[in-house]
């Protein structure tokens, strides 16, 4: 897939930019890059705009990952996007409970560009 | 986490921190130093190097350890550490927020690294957003009999000290 619209949620901006370098560097084409520092600007942006992938952090002031996660599930124009959690908690419940609410993948900080290749890349390669 | 860093029992959280802590912290800083900086970092046995750190990050930690992890150093390695993870330069003088940015993630990869090695901390403890002071005229007050882990790095010749105050 080329011109790939993805949404980057994470309250460090130094962290949303290491995460589109990261993508950048594997591979993926990138088209409009969408940054949210929290949930809550993470659900107004896919609102207004069609997104082919969500990478978001859990730990988040404002509205938490996870509860972003939730939401999402509520919109009608986000049913099918991708989603991969990016976050320091690495704790089983927490990636339990992630990908009960619709998450398709999980990144634990810090991370390698080849850990970000090998978890979104095949998510890219399903039609929507 | 690094395969070859053995996770470590928590000992006793209220007793005597001890050296597995110590390098529990260290092999945690080193890997995300690493990883998410692209820099290596080394331990200061004899402490770090004086300068004025008056950049620092802290993080929470709530659970079955309480506590606060701090990292600590001075305007320019701040400003080294935003400009590696970042890929461009970023001035000292300028660009404060990417700075503060920068060390308060750094702070909190290093606390989530943590927890991962001690055995029972990773499900059991959580992690607050961090927070970041700037400036060296405060002192910080706890309501807590503190214990204290710290461990002094050296990152591209300048002093960083990472300090975990134990409250419980």
Redesign the interface.
């Known amino acids: 897939m080329a011109n790939i619209r993805a949404l980057i949620v994470d309250?460090?901006?130094?962290?949303r930019?290491?995460v589109e370098?990261c993508l950048r560097q594997a591979g993926v084409e990138l088209g409009t890059v969408y940054e949210a520092s929290n949930g809550a600007e993470g659900l107004a942006v896919v609102s207004g705009n069609e997104v082919d992938l969500i990478l978001s952090d859990i730990?988040?002031?404002v509205m938490d990952g996870l509860e972003f996660v939730k939401n999402l599930q509520a919109a009608a124009n986000a049913k099918g996007i991708p989603i991969v959690m990016i976050?320091?908690?690495?704790?089983?419940?927490q990636v339990t409970r992630a990908l009960s609410l619709g998450a398709k993948g999980y990144i634990?900080?810090?991370?390698?560009p080849d850990q970000v290749k090998q978890h979104v890349v095949p998510l890219l390669r399903v039609d929507r | 986490m690094n395969p070859d860093v053995n996770t470590i029992a928590p000992g006793s959280v209220s007793g005597h921190p001890n050296e597995q802590w110590r390098s529990a912290l260290f092999a945690a800083a080193a890997e995300v130093f690493e990883l998410m900086v692209g820099e290596a970092v080394s331990r200061q046995e004899d402490g770090a190097p004086d300068g004025a750190n008056d950049t620092t990050a802290m993080v929470g930690l709530a659970g079955a350890l309480c506590g606060v992890l701090s990292i600590r150093c001075n305007v320019s390695a701040a400003a080294s550490i935003a400009s590696k993870m970042l890929g461009e330069p970023v001035q000292s003088a300028t660009c404060v927020e990417h700075q503060l940015d920068a060390l308060g993630e750094i702070c909190n990869m290093v606390a989530g690294n943590f927890k991962a090695r001690v055995e029972g901390l990773q499900e059991k403890c959580m992690l607050s957003v961090p927070t970041v002071i700037t400036g060296q005229d405060y002192c910080l007050h706890s309501l807590a009999d503190n214990e204290a882990v710290e461990v002094a790095l050296l990152f591209q010749g300048q002093g960083v000290i990472l300090r975990l105050e134990i409250h419980g």
């Open positions: 309250d460090s901006s130094v962290m930019k290491i370098r730990n988040m002031p976050t320091t908690e690495g704790a089983e419940a634990r900080k810090p991370f390698t």
